[in-house]
């Protein structure tokens, strides 16, 4: 994956054992030092790299929309089976090296 320090920030990986939790903040800064290296976040990416039975889950209380994306028919074989589909990654994820 390429990473421009100018253009962002460096990935974030967090891993929650049982119970524990991460308390609710705001993807913006307050301080003039963020904002002077190019401001607010204008993207957040959460993926989750297992599926539990309870818990596991991120809210968003102010968020319009779905709440939930139920498994149903408009769910790929692989993603019903919970197999990635990397067919159109390259696509969607190519970058200029230049």
Request: proline share 4%; net charge negative; hydrophobic share 30%.
């Amino acid at each position: 994956m390429a990473h421009q320090p100018e253009n962002g920030e460096s990935m974030q990986i967090l891993h929650y054992e049982n119970g524990q939790k991460y308390e609710p903040h705001f993807n913006y800064f307050h301080d003039k030092a963020n904002q002077e290296l190019g401001g607010h976040r204008i993207a957040t990416v959460l993926m989750y790299l297992s599926d539990v039975k309870s818990g596991g889950e991120t809210v968003f209380p102010n968020a319009e929309g779905k709440l939930s994306q139920p498994k149903d028919d408009s769910w790929s074989d692989c993603a019903k089976n919970g197999y990635a589909d990397h067919t159109d990654l390259l696509e969607e994820f190519s970058f200029d090296s230049s």
